[in-house]
């Protein structure tokens, strides 16, 4: 009974419910457009109302703006004109809105332009001429006033006067009105110079532990010195020192005095107004590791966590080392794939000047990759990241070769920004990779022109692309081949290279260069010029980290031309066109720290060559050349280089070796203070013939010029 009336019940609902539904869809259908579909509004007029003067035509507002009269009005499309009128740096306030007018809108642009910078004043300016400030100022006349350019002309002040020795200079800057109608303005810089001194000594009191030598290694305050014009030495900027007395206190807390403090620093003026700053120090005791506990490892063991970390039981206590041992076990584990994982370290004060250390451990799962995603790149193959990743789909999730995949990326030049990230999947235990790039310009168009003693005047233009790709017309781009074309032309020399290099030959790390060139040179001597055009190819292979060898085979043709009449013999039986086929084997060691500007590191290069099939010369020679780097302090570069080579025939010993395969030094491309090729042999009239052996060692000091 309760189920058959229930049923009665559940059926007059269900036909009232389709019943409404039904009625209300025809009524919908029969019905006019609500007004939420209705077309938005027509733009019928725009107001540009100002608030203050009007620096800004009302033309070149509207020119800005996307909102016209006559197109549909939109909040979004509102919004982006005020970010592109701010962008201007003409605005300084705006707000867009639109009220209703008859059958349309109208728009409303409410503005507060900037005033103009008309007049720029520098008060107090006695020993420093106002007008060379101005031009050191970096603050334009006749644009909008910011106060933000006004700010950093006021440091331009205070670094001119702190390089000529002003190291208690203030500077303020106010701006004043000119014309509140048309809105132009003054700024006004008030100098308050103080007394000309630079900082002649920099010394500490209380310092037991460490010399002034040595702290003063942590500061970047220094006393004046030789080259204060490169390195900004014996300048005081109070934000600079503050900076200075901080890395002072973590040079000490990171070699266990953890309760160091700077209890004074004062500034004394000697009666020559040299600045001498005075650093007193509390070191208070050193502090050394007492008990180290690990808590929370499953996967490994104890022995092998406390092989890990440097800082053992007993050693110095020193927060830095904290951070390198917690980053040494978090990369330990990344290698076994622990993607999650978490290190806390915590510290505690167990007795008198010991410090327990307790790293508290949250392995997670094992994970393995499960698929490699790569976005961002517009321009450059899949194929060209992918093989700078150093992990593989079912690989376990190695964070360390992660790592390392990131780098080898940023290196190739390719990107402005390179992203790793795991990223979770429904099944426990396996992570995409997720790799996201940022491409950036990776050609360039170069051109100049410039005067040395061996080339004298010289111009040139060159096209480069790091990322070419010969099989992609008409871009040309994404391949990750090297490509470039350089002409070269002067009153001495004349040059035409075309050269193509494939790092992934036949997609394996082998690289293939081929090398097309045309050199004429009239500076190798006052009595012959002489003209070089071939081809080349190499294939260079890495053989362990920091070691690559390199097979090569250069076919060229070398003429001697325009020989005077009073060379010698030698020279003379020499003159004319040759041909030489050359094979050449390489070996190289580099470790340097940048290829393009060295600071430290070492590279060490050996040469093989041997000509003869294939062409007229029949001759071996060897190269070898080492380079050691030294970084110095204020960011100077020492460098020993030594090179020997040989030379000699293996064919017809009558003959001699060619003077264009003769070895020469002196000059700037291989031994500084002598004139080009002046070192070695001569003929009688003076005439360098080079040797068949040689050996040099140089030194060079390699400081900046300007700071970064």
Do not use: C
Request: avoid cysteine; hydrophobic fraction near 35%; proline fraction near 4%.
């Amino acid at each position: 009974m309760f189920y058959n009336s229930l049923r009665r019940r559940w059926g007059r609902i269900s036909f009232s419910v389709f019943f409404a539904a039904t009625i209300a869809l025809i009524a919908r259908a029969q019905s006019p457009p609500d007004v939420a579909r209705q077309a938005p509004p027509i733009v019928r007029s725009i107001d540009v109302q100002y608030t203050g003067p009007a620096t800004i035509s009302r033309e070149r507002i509207l020119a800005q703006m996307r909102t016209k009269v006559g197109l549909p009005y939109s909040d979004t499309v509102a919004e982006t004109d005020i970010r592109a009128l701010y962008n201007t740096g003409q605005v300084q306030n705006v707000r867009i809105f639109g009220q209703p007018e008859s059958d349309g809108v109208k728009v409303i642009v409410a503005v507060q332009t900037r005033t103009m910078l008309n007049e720029i004043q520098i008060d107090g300016a006695t020993r420093i001429s106002p007008k060379k400030l101005r031009k050191n100022l970096g603050v334009k006349l006749n644009t909008p006033l910011r106060e933000e350019d006004l700010e950093k002309g006021r440091e331009k002040i205070m670094e001119t006067y702190q390089a000529h020795g002003f190291n208690d200079v203030e500077v303020t800057f106010r701006v004043e009105a000119i014309d509140a109608i048309r809105g132009t303005s003054r700024a006004v810089y008030t100098v308050n110079e103080g007394i000309k001194g630079s900082v002649s000594t920099v010394r500490f009191e209380g310092n037991t532990h460490f010399s002034d030598r040595v702290l003063r290694k942590q500061m970047k305050t220094r006393q004046k010195t030789l080259f204060s014009f490169v390195d900004k030495s014996g300048r005081l900027d109070e934000t600079q020192l503050q900076d200075d007395l901080q890395k002072v206190r973590e040079f000490y807390q990171n070699h266990g005095y953890i309760d160091v403090a700077v209890r004074d620093v004062t500034k004394q003026r000697t009666s020559s107004g040299a600045l001498q700053i005075v650093i007193a120090i509390d070191e208070g005791p050193q502090y050394h590791v007492g008990k180290l506990t690990f808590v929370g490892y499953k996967a490994t063991n104890e022995q092998k966590l406390r092989a890990v970390v440097k800082m053992k039981e007993g050693s110095v206590y020193s927060a830095k080392a904290i951070k390198d041992d917690a980053k040494a076990l978090a990369d330990a584990y990344g290698s076994g794939g622990y993607v999650d994982l978490t290190i806390v370290p915590e510290t505690s004060q167990a007795h008198d000047r010991l410090i327990d250390i307790t790293y508290k451990i949250d392995e997670g799962q094992r994970s393995y990759v499960e698929r490699i995603s790569i976005s961002g790149n517009t321009r450059t193959k899949d194929k060209v990241i992918r093989r700078e990743v150093l992990i593989a789909p079912g690989d376990i999730f190695n964070t360390v070769r992660v790592e390392t995949s990131k780098k080898r990326l940023e290196n190739l030049g390719y990107f402005s920004k390179v992203d790793t990230f795991p990223v979770d999947t429904e099944v426990e235990g396996r992570k995409y990779l997720d790799i996201q790039v940022e491409e950036k310009r990776t050609g360039s168009l170069n051109f100049g022109a410039g005067f040395s003693t061996i080339d004298s005047l010289i111009g040139f233009i060159e096209l480069t692309q790091g990322n070419f790709d010969i099989t992609n017309w008409p871009s040309l781009t994404g391949g990750g081949q090297k490509f470039r074309i350089r002409l070269q032309g002067g009153t001495e020399r004349k040059d035409v290279e075309l050269a193509l290099t494939e790092p992934w030959f036949m997609d394996r790390p082998i690289s293939v260069g081929f090398t097309a060139y045309y050199h004429e040179a009239n500076y190798l001597s006052s009595i012959y010029d002489q003209r070089n055009y071939g081809f080349s190819l190499d294939v260079r292979k890495g053989i362990r980290p920091f070691l690559y060898g390199s097979l090569g085979y250069r076919l060229e043709s070398i003429d001697t031309f325009n020989v005077v009449v009073t060379a010698s013999p030698q020279l003379l039986a020499e003159t004319g066109p040759s041909t030489k086929s050359v094979f050449t084997a390489n070996l190289t060691w580099d470790r340097r720290d940048n290829p393009f500007l060295t600071r430290s590191g070492e590279r060490i290069t050996y040469t093989w060559w041997v000509a003869g099939p294939g062409g007229t010369e029949q001759i071996y020679g060897f190269d070898v050349e080492a380079s050691k780097y030294w970084r110095l302090p204020w960011d100077t570069i020492l460098l020993i280089n030594a090179e020997v080579a040989g030379v000699d025939r293996w064919g017809d010993q009558t003959k001699l070796v060619k003077i264009y395969d003769r070895l020469f030094l002196g000059g700037s491309n291989n031994l500084r203070g002598f004139d080009f090729r002046d070192v070695g042999p001569k003929d009688p009239n003076g005439e360098p013939l080079g040797g068949q052996s040689m050996a040099r060692t140089t030194i060079e000091w390699t400081f900046p010029i300007v700071a970064k």
